[in-house]
């Protein structure tokens, strides 16, 4: 390891000597990625020199050299099992500056959302938000993507973080920002069986579902009959009436449950398209205020969702 590398260098240093500051850490990092310090200097607003120096005293420190010099600067073995550690620490350095920082924006933002985000998550995200912007006030609506974007058109909302279809009703439009794309399927109850040559009841979302009509164009396409069976805005009422058994329903991947079983009742014909989540951001407002909370959003939200395709 790094450290019993250095006791048995000619500058052996000890525990207490090898004291790493972050910015060294980050000059060593834009260094190698850059293979040169002239780059790297740019990059961190600072003078050759000053980076050379970092890097020297970061060397002095460990008691290995950790760059071989030449025109283009690589990391030594030494110096790539520090990088290791070295990001890291960045990231938990920069993740904690980032939490603890206050921002003097200020103002108020209606947001809108689906509820199919998971109401605790997005609760979580705008939470950490006003703590960084403690000026500004968050006004924070939760209905179907339908209903948001409705009420985004209408302008009273600034922020809406919806789910779309391609083709659909409610867009997608240019100004779109895509988060993430997964499938619908067509789910039952576990214990639940159906006759395909009677009307199947339908369990949907009511009015403002972004795919309300998809379902019912898809199972004409197959030639299904069907009937209103359920109806909730609500997402949990949703599942409950699938895994109880009171009919069909059409579900993204995130919110099928370990009580329903994923199937096609007419075969392709049934097929039912991808659901979209996008952040849109009205024109209107503050726009630095907008632009800083739909990037927090972006982030985290795609973060939690990694996997997901």
Known sequence: MLRQMAQTSGTAAT??????????????????????????????????????WKIKRLEERVGVGLVKRGQVVEATPDGEDLLGYADRMLAAHDEAVKHLSRSELSGIVRIGSNEDLDTRNVSEILARFSRAYPNVRLDIRMQLSGVVCEWFDAGDVDLAVVQIIDGGPY???????????????WVHGRRATFDLAEPLPLITFGEGCAYGDDMIEALGRAGLRWHHAFASMSLAGVQ?????????????????????VVFEPGGRASALPDVSYVIRTARHGDQELLGALRSELRHALTERTRGIS
């Open 15 to 52: 525990t207490l000597d090898m004291k790493l500051d972050v910015e060294s850490l980050r000059a060593l990092r834009l260094v190698v990625d850059t293979g040169g310090f002239t780059e790297a200097a740019g990059l961190l607003g600072l003078t050759q020199s000053a980076v050379s």
């Open 171 to 185: 867009g997608p439009t240019p100004d779109d920002i895509a988060l993430w794309t997964e499938p619908l399927r």
């Open 240 to 260: 409950s009436a699938v895994a109880e058994g009171l009919g069909v329903a059409a579900l993204n991947d995130r919110n099928i449950t370990a009580e329903m």
